[in-house]
């Protein structure tokens, strides 16, 4: 048991390491055929960040109905015709096997499409042959469940344990899986379960969910023998592991999997005289492969709400502004004027700063009633972050600053974030601030924080480059975001990786996203391949409020334009500069 229990940890701290070499490719099965040239083409983003004005609508489109995407993702485009077809129509989105919107009933077919497209009712268009409005269909009731979009982790998610597992396009029976497994002994069907070998995985009307065992999880698998190539240690010598395209099988076998392989899991099944999980994507996995993984965090950042406002600055400055006007320009101004006038005897220049209890944890404060004393008000834990209004009382030699929730708290218990604004900042423009040097974000309307967390960038070994995988600084735009997306590569140091479905992404630069990371704790460490990683919670809510928006039942948006996305700026303090008396030594 302590074995397994060690494997299964080893597995999952190597997954933590892995973040974004690349992004695969949505799926293969999206609206093939017409003149779409490249069915990879349907699930890839736009990358010249031009203009996608919607084409507009027709007076006689009819009436509103529902219908449900059929293919694993189907595209949404501008105009009623495929981007390779040589016209100015643009993809700005996607849609997910078994995912419904409203449009509107009347089809337009042509070349590209000749079983109609269909205007959405959200804007743009998709393919008829991608959609279906029977709702009954058993291409609908037999998807794969929908992501949980007001969960951090929108699927479940199973962390492969052993080398060479198979990942199947059907089920198999034991004849034909002995060809891909040739250690498999025969299993000892009951008379409950279906021997047939199945022409493709088994559907939940077809099969009976196994629960009179529990599926494994990462800390209480049984834990299976491993190969004599695991890639349990992600900083060891690679040398010895198989690449990506060694691992992909042909015909009914997708791929062969090493641990530390993750797959999104939508349900477990029994055919063929085996347990199965099947996947997000349809195939289908021997069940006794598969560890659960339930998310190896709780943490998550601090929401500050929009009212919290400079307590007492505001009276000096012009309260009677914000009492007329509540916009967020408004409190710009004033967070502005605050911060230039230095409140509170020079206390402006923590005014809307953002500060995070780093080491062990901290002491709230409460002032009493007279304002002569501080009494203790409780504790701040460790990664909790607060927002300072500029509002300081200073009793017995100590100075308290007061934090947006109405307590005080001392600066020596805290690190400041220190945002780096745009420029040509507008005053309501939604950005987020990522300071690799201190692990902080901080996501800002104008000069106002609303939120901060810390997060996980790239890990950094300036001495062995294949070791050192640097998180770019420079101003940014999201470019797309994806409820969810797989990423794997090969990287020198660490061997293959593959993670389906990670949850919550944001595209900033080519593979470089903020996404959540269910696979470790380390929120505060550098950590990635060079993505910024974190806590699924505070990934999904971040999702939401970041630019582009994304439609109702969509799984991925595209920005219409070089504008469209929020602002990314990644930065981090210059390196110290060496002393005079250290550049003479030899």
Not at 6 to 16: H, I, Q, V, Y
Not at 225 to 235: C, H, L, Y
Not at 465 to 492: C, L, N, Q, S, W
Not at 532 to 552: H, I, K, Q
Request: aromatic content about 8%.
């Amino acid at each position: 048991m302590r074995k397994a229990f060690f494997l299964t940890a080893l597995l999952t701290t190597t997954a933590s390491l892995f973040a974004c070499a690349k992004a695969s490719v949505e799926s293969s099965s999206i609206e093939a055929g017409s003149r779409d040239p490249s069915a990879a083409a349907e699930a890839a983003a736009p990358q010249d960040g031009g203009a996608l004005a919607v084409e507009a609508r027709d007076a006689s489109r009819g009436e509103v109905i529902r219908l449900a995407a059929v293919n694993h993702s189907t595209s949404v485009v501008t105009s009623r015709a495929w981007p390779e077809s040589g016209t100015n129509s643009k993809r700005v989105g996607y849609l997910r096997h078994g995912a419904q919107v409203e449009a509107y009933s009347q089809t337009t077919p042509n070349d590209d499409c000749k079983d109609g497209w269909y205007e959405l009712v959200s804007g743009g268009f998709v393919c008829g042959k991608a959609v279906t409005a029977d709702l009954t269909s058993p291409r609908v009731r037999l998807a794969p469940k929908q992501p949980d979009r007001d969960a951090g982790m929108p699927y479940r998610y199973g962390v492969n344990l052993v080398d060479g597992t198979p990942l199947y396009r059907r089920v198999l029976n034991v004849e034909d899986r002995k060809k891909f497994e040739p250690a498999l002994a025969a299993p000892k069907p009951s008379e409950k379960e279906e021997s047939s070998g199945g022409d493709e995985v088994a559907s939940a009307e077809e099969t009976t969910s196994a629960e009179e065992k529990p599926a494994p999880t990462a800390s209480t698998s049984s834990g299976k023998k491993k190969s004599s190539s695991p890639v349990e240690d992600a900083g060891a010598d690679a040398g010895g592991k198989p690449k990506l395209k060694e691992l992909k099988g042909r015909g009914v076998l997708v791929r062969k999997m090493v641990p530390g392989f993750y797959l999104a899991l939508d349900r477990d099944f029994k055919a063929a005289g085996a347990r199965w999980w099947r996947t997000t994507f349809g195939f289908a996995v021997p069940f006794d492969r598969i560890a659960v993984q339930p998310g190896r965090t709780t943490y998550s950042g601090n929401w500050f709400e929009e009212t919290a406002l400079l307590p007492g600055a505001l009276t000096d400055l012009d309260a009677s502004v914000l009492a007329t006007d509540a916009s967020t320009s408004a409190v710009d101004a004033a967070i502005a004027a605050a911060t230039d006038s230095g409140l509170d005897g020079g206390a402006g220049d923590v005014a809307w700063s953002v500060g995070f209890v780093l080491q062990g944890s901290a002491q709230k404060f409460t002032l009493s009633p007279d304002g002569k004393k501080m009494a203790w008000g409780g504790a701040l834990s460790r990664r909790s972050a607060v927002m300072l209004t500029g509002e300081t009382v200073t009793l017995g030699g100590m100075t308290y600053h007061r934090a947006a929730g109405g307590f005080y708290v001392r600066l020596m218990d805290l690190t400041l974030a220190r945002p780096t604004p745009p420029k040509d900042l507008e005053p309501n423009e939604r950005w987020i601030d990522v300071d690799i040097t201190r692990q902080m974000l901080v996501a800002l309307e104008g000069q106002r924080p609303v939120f901060a967390t810390l997060v996980s960038t790239g890990r950094r070994n300036p001495v062995d480059k294949e070791k050192d995988f640097p998180t770019p600084p420079g101003t940014y735009r999201i470019r797309e975001k994806h409820v969810t997306t797989t990423m794997d590569g090969d990287v020198a140091s660490d061997g293959p990786y593959s993670i389906e479905d990670v949850p919550w992404v944001m595209y900033f630069q080519g593979s470089y996203a903020l996404h959540g990371a269910f696979w470790h704790d380390q929120f505060g460490r550098q950590r990635s391949h060079g993505c910024v990683n974190l806590a699924p919670e505070d990934a999904r809510t971040l999702f939401g409020w970041a630019n582009p928006p994304l439609p109702e039942a969509w799984h991925g948006v595209f920005a219409k334009d070089e504008k469209d996305g929020s602002r990314v700026v990644v930065h981090e303090d210059a390196p110290p500069k060496k002393s005079r008396s250290a550049a003479r030594q030899p």
